[in-house]
Every structure is written in structure tokens, then in C-alpha cells.
């Protein structure tokens, strides 16, 4: 059962332009959601993260919206830029769910490209 | 601020070897640590909660006595596949929180790529 979707598994954009990378749960008691940047054999940066009571956080050039009734993130990078190119992850964990407190489930992961 | 060390970065060792890995915040004290998995194209997943002086706590279907978590202190957990074998072989990677509290991101050391032959 994957709780949190990435369906696009690559996307390729060209320098400048807006990068929307894509992220959907399905468990209605995720109340946080980050996104993390990956290289191949490092761990996960990270990014940016949103709370359930926000549907908007911006930071520099990364903003993530959170859209509840749909169950559905997104990361919007712009202007993209080609050292922005990785594997992007999103991760969600129910922080008031007292067991689950911290546990981040993630996506599978897009790949972004961005072209000079 | 809150670094996350991971030590050591690559081992290859032979079947039935054990295998400790060690995590460390370098900038902050962590009552509670995350020990992921990650295999080839797939994505990084939870094996259990690493609790400060006390035990851990093993997501469903990892075993606990294959995968040992040890969390002696505020700064350092480590991890040890006992007697490990090549399906034990993947990249396995730590992460804490740099702060208490809730809806505080997890920091992740930058993993340890264990092959077993």
C-alpha cells in the first residue's frame, strides 16, 4: 500500500523555466509534508516543508502547495536552474498521531532534469 | 546547523560478517533517530526508530535481531546487520530531527552503501 505518490517518475525542463514536481497520499492523518533533494549515494537534503494548516510555504525559489480536500502536494521551483537537477522526494508523517510521530513516508521519487 | 554523519560510507564485506554503522549528530542532541533502507530505483523506507536509553522500535517485517539498533547516547546510534548475507546488501541511511517538537524536518547523514558477497 503506497500511502504517498509520485507518479511522474522523470521530468525535464529547460533553465529558467518553472519546474512543478508532484505528490499525492492517500493517509488522512499526514498533517506534514516535506520535500528532499537527493544525489545518487548521498541522503536526502532537505528542502521544504508544509503543515497541514498552511496550503502555501515559500522559500527562495522552492514553494510547496498543499491542497487537503484533494490529498495532493506540489513543489514549484522557479527560476529552475541546471544544478537543480536530482532526484526529488516527497515525505509525509502524521505528527499528532502519537505512535507515528516523526516516521516520514516517502514517495518513490522524480527525477528532474533541467537543461541549460 | 543540525549535521547528520553517517560512518562508514561503503563496506563490502563477505557473507556472515557483521556490520556496524554508525550515526552521529554532530550540532545537536537527538532523543530519537530514523534507520531507512533504500533499494536500487526504489524508495527510501522506514525500518524502525531508534529511542534514546532505550529500545528500539522495528517497523512491521524488519527483524529485530538482524538488524540491531544500539542509541547510547544523545549524539550517536548505530546500527549492526548481524551475520549478514547478499540480500542484506543496499544503502542504508540515518536521519534525526535538529530540533524537539513536532513538524520538524528530519536531517539525514548521506548513507552507507553495504555490499555483502
Known amino acids: 500500500d503506497q500511502q504517498v505518490k509520485q507518479n511522474s517518475p522523470s521530468l525535464s525542463v529547460q533553465e529558467g523555466r518553472i519546474s512543478i514536481l508532484n505528490c499525492d497520499y492517500t493517509n488522512s492523518m499526514f498533517d506534514y509534508f516535506l520535500w528532499y533533494k537527493k544525489y545518487p549515494a548521498e541522503g536526502p537534503t532537505f528542502l521544504i516543508s508544509?503543515?497541514?494548516?498552511?496550503d502555501k510555504n515559500e522559500d527562495g525559489r522552492f514553494t510547496v502547495f498543499l491542497n487537503k480536500s484533494a490529498k495532493h502536494l506540489s513543489l514549484h521551483i522557479v527560476p529552475s536552474q541546471p544544478g537543480d537537477s536530482a532526484v526529488y522526494f516527497c515525505?509525509?508523517?502524521?505528527?499528532?498521531?502519537?505512535?507515528?510521530?516523526?516516521?516520514?513516508?516517502f514517495g518513490q521519487g522524480t527525477i528532474l532534469t533541467v537543461h541549460p | 546547523g543540525a549535521v547528520v554523519s553517517q560512518h562508514p560510507s561503503r563496506v563490502i564485506c563477505k557473507s556472515g560478517t557483521s556490520v556496524k554503522i554508525e550515526c552521529r549528530s554532530l550540532d545537536f542532541q537527538a532523543t530519537t533517530m530514523f534507520w531507512y533502507r533504500q533499494f536500487p530505483k526504489q524508495s527510501l523506507m522506514l525500518m524502525a526508530t531508534s529511542n534514546e536509553g532505550s529500545k528500539a522500535t522495528y517497523e512491521q517485517g524488519v527483524e529485530k535481531d538482524k538488524f540491531l539498533i544500539n542509541h547510547a547516547s544523545l549524539t550517536l546510534s548505530t546500527l549492526t546487520v548481524t551475520s549478514a548475507h547478499p540480500e542484506d546488501s543496499s544503502f542504508y541511511i540515518c536521519s534525526a530531527s535538529g530540533q524537539a517538537g513536532a513538524y520538524q524536518p528530519q536531517h539525514f547523514g548521506d548513507g552507507t552503501r553495504l555490499s555483502i558477497l
Open positions: 508544509i503543515s497541514s494548516i498552511k
Open positions: 515525505a509525509a508523517s502524521a505528527e499528532l498521531g502519537g505512535t507515528s510521530y516523526g516516521k516520514l513516508t
